[in-house]
């Protein structure tokens, strides 16, 4: 199967439905039509000689237009390159050279990067806006052509491209539909980027025969005013997103009755935001796990996550089990279960972009290294606790940060916290807390040490206890320990 394929289907099913709806446009398109524009997309991208295969890279935020340059490029043998339009100009040029991008399309507001990174760029409309000749078919493409080039880790050095074909985004999409549980007509609002693959989420609603509200940037402050403005039933927002809008609308249960899911991924859910957010949307939260090089692999519904929380787990790090396609196991778990998690299926990335080595160490006889420790519970449900390389080495002993910090949270003064290990010539690594107070009550370092040494082994207690106002997090709520490093002004 491939991308093109399933859009042409859609327009059969319901050619007159509404897929796409644009709330600062106003502009709005069925599946005729959105079907109709991808063959247009396909037909200027020729014109301009952009061949079958090349890759077209996407500088934008998300709109119509950039749906119908993503998908029209995918649907026409075309490679999307989705850019972060929050890296530097250095970044982005990186990213670029290393696609051999034949053409960057860029919307207004990144206009004046877009002509200064050295490539062939137009403007959005410049292949959006044209008609297609309908006399001429768009073939269905080889379910093994190269589909996407998504980067990751785009602040941290080399750009590193995770390949996904088409048979791979079709098992994604596939996963997506049947975890999700969409009805036709279902409305689905978007206020987050596109990029590296959220537009690959959205376009299995359009698929389910669901229509997509892009409602701009996300605001806490008129997000539930838009799920009932739009009669919402799926919504999707990261961790931090959530934090911003407890923070404005405060935790009593909204009245949405056409809701159904507000999806989470990316960061685990943890404390007060998952308990925040369960009160607010009346126990309507689903978990999903995965990340580009395997997106949607596991999906913890609303209902499981409410049957786990009434039976009196908090539900953080659970998400889920295998959708439908997906595998998982855990390897060389230790006498708690506890290991990294391997993920297998159709689903799966076919590597890194120009990278073998790389490649051949993640995917491992058909099975990828997530990089996640995790254990799968007596109820078969996976529970992600954190990351293999965070892991700390101290005095010979292994101290798994989440424990830590988890330990700390319980202190009533402290908001947030991240827990990493420093060099140290004696110990190999020292235990060393960033800690966000709440302003309720003034504590020292020595007072949190003590907190922790009343429940927590002697190797586990940090040795230093830093004091920030805010942890520096991504969008997609991980903290970003090189800037973390920096603001606390001390070497890794």
């Known amino acids: 199967m491939d991308i093109s394929t399933l859009l042409s289907q859609a327009a059969c099913k319901w050619p007159e439905r509404i897929a796409l709806h644009e709330a600062a446009s106003q502009t709005t398109l069925t599946f005729a039509q959105l079907d109709r524009a991808l063959s247009g997309v396909g037909q200027a991208l020729d014109h301009l000689q952009v061949l079958p295969g090349a890759r077209v ?7 119509v237009d950039y749906l119908l340059a993503d998908y029209g490029c995918m649907a026409t043998g075309r490679v999307r390159v989705p850019l972060d339009p929050a890296l530097s100009a250095d970044e982005l040029v990186a990213q670029l050279q290393d696609a051999g991008a034949a053409l960057l399309l860029f919307s207004e507001a990144y206009a004046d990067v877009a002509q200064g990174l050295g490539v062939r760029a137009l403007a959005l409309q ?4 044209g008609v297609a000749d309908d006399n001429v078919a768009r073939p269905a493409q080889s379910p093994q052509a190269l589909a996407s080039l998504n980067y990751t880790g785009g602040t941290t050095g080399t750009p590193k ?6 048979a791979s985004l079709c098992a994604v999409l596939q996963n997506i539909v049947m975890g999700r549980g969409a009805a036709v007509g279902d409305v689905l609002l978007n206020v987050r980027p596109l990029w590296p693959i959220a537009a690959v989420a959205v ?22 005013a838009q799920l009932t403005e739009y009669r919402v039933a799926f919504s999707s927002l990261v961790p931090t997103q959530l934090l911003r809008l407890l923070r404005e609308t405060g935790s009593a249960p909204a009245d949405l009755p056409l809701f159904k899911s507000l999806d989470v991924g990316a960061a685990a859910l943890t404390g007060e935001v998952l308990e925040g957010s369960c009160s607010l949307f009346a126990e309507r939260i689903g978990v999903l796990y995965g990340m580009t090089e395997a997106p949607w692999s596991c999906y913890l519904s609303p209902a499981q996550m409410a049957a786990v929380r009434a039976g009196g787990g908090s539900g953080e790090g659970v998400v889920g ?12 778990p230790d006498a708690n279960g506890l290991g990294e998690i391997l993920l297998g299926g159709p689903q799966l990335m076919s590597g890194y972009w120009q990278l073998d080595a790389l490649s051949a160490k993640t995917l491992d006889n058909g099975w990828l290294r997530s990089g996640d420790l995790g254990r799968i519970d007596s109820d078969g449900l996976l529970r992600v606790l954190g990351r293999c390389k965070d892991i700390i080495r101290s005095g010979g002993k292994s101290v798994q940060p989440g424990e830590v910090e988890q330990h700390l949270m319980s202190h009533p003064g402290v908001q947030d916290v991240h827990v990493f290990g420093l060099a140290d010539l004696e110990w190999g690594e020292q235990v060393c807390a960033a800690v966000v107070l709440d302003g309720s009550q003034p504590l020292s370092a020595q007072q949190l040490m003590d907190h922790c040494r009343a429940g927590l082994s002697r190797y586990k207690v940090p040795r230093r206890v830093y004091f920030i106002d805010e942890l520096p997090r991504s969008h997609y709520g991980k903290v970003q320990k090189n800037r973390l490093l920096a603001a606390l002004g001390v070497q890794p």
């Open 57 to 63: 890279a996407l500088l934008a935020d998300a709109s």
């Open 126 to 129: 410049a292949v959006t806006q």
């Open 161 to 166: 491209a995770v390949m996904h074909r088409h």
């Open 203 to 224: 376009l299995a609603h359009v698929l389910s025969g669901g229509q997509v509200v892009l409602g701009g940037r996300f605001d806490g402050k008129t997000f539930i």
């Open 321 to 332: 089990r295998p959708l439908f396609s997906a595998a998982i196991r855990i390897h060389q």
